[in-house]
């Protein structure tokens, strides 16, 4: 089945520890994208990359780093920069930006102590 | 950036209509309506879009006013498993970039 792939679901770091969530998708969509939420709050951008080798800062990137090497793969890395890490991070891939509904996956659950 | 305003909760009977409003006044002419669902720690999951014209599909219907400003997607026969929070987005353009922003939306409880 075609789909979006978040792991690990569940995540316990250390501060000032670096941690990498991994986002895999076989949709064969172009556009991915990553997201953060909060308690009782809405979903809030961080990255999103519309093709291979591109990507742009959303509305809250400072803190986070992406790669896109691959079409399938968008992996975002949690620095010890970013001073409130501890959410549910969700990422989510497109057919085209701007185009087409998002598809997203069952998110990953980071906990900074 | 056309944003959404929503009411942040609402009740509905099991087996009623759930009618979810949404106020987006400052949309612009090329921008779509998208609506989503979140049920509790899952990723949100898509339901149905419109630019215009009503839309429906198997979930849910999508009425967009006449004038754009306003919608009302309905759940004809909501079920328990219909629980959830309800995102009602505009879609952003900006160049040849587009990214869906995301408010708190409305917790929709559907009770017995």
């Known amino acids: 089945d075609g789909g979006i792939t978040q792991s690990p679901k569940y995540l316990f770091r250390k501060e000032g520890q670096n941690v990498t969530l991994s986002c895999e998708q076989n949709?064969?969509?172009?556009?991915m994208y990553w997201y953060r939420q909060d308690p009782g709050q809405g979903l809030r951008l961080i990255y999103y990359s519309q093709i291979v080798n591109d990507f742009q800062k959303g509305d809250i990137a400072e803190g986070y780093s992406v790669s896109r090497e691959k079409k399938e793969s968008f992996p975002l890395t949690v620095t010890s920069a970013q001073k409130n890490p501890t959410a549910f991070y969700l990422c989510a891939s497109s057919i085209g930006q701007g185009r087409g509904e998002l598809f997203f996956g069952e998110g990953s659950r980071l906990t900074v102590l | 950036d056309a944003k959404t305003t929503q009411p942040p909760s609402m009740d509905c009977a099991e087996g009623r209509a759930a009618n979810l409003p949404c106020n987006h006044s400052?949309?612009?002419?090329?921008?779509?309506v998208y609506w989503y669902r979140q049920i509790h720690s899952q990723g949100p999951q898509y339901i149905i879009h419109g630019l215009k014209n009503n839309e429906t599909n198997e979930m849910a219907s999508l009425i967009i006013t006449e004038d754009r400003k306003s919608s009302t997607l309905i759940l004809p026969h909501a079920t328990l498993r219909d629980t959830a929070v309800y995102y009602c987005?505009?879609?952003?353009?900006?160049?040849?970039?587009?990214?869906?922003?995301f408010g708190t939306g409305t917790r929709l409880q559907v009770t017995l």
């Open positions: 987005i505009v879609r952003v353009r900006t160049g040849t970039a587009s990214k869906l922003t």
């Open positions: 400052t949309i612009s002419g090329n921008e779509y």
């Open positions: 949709l064969n969509h172009d556009a």
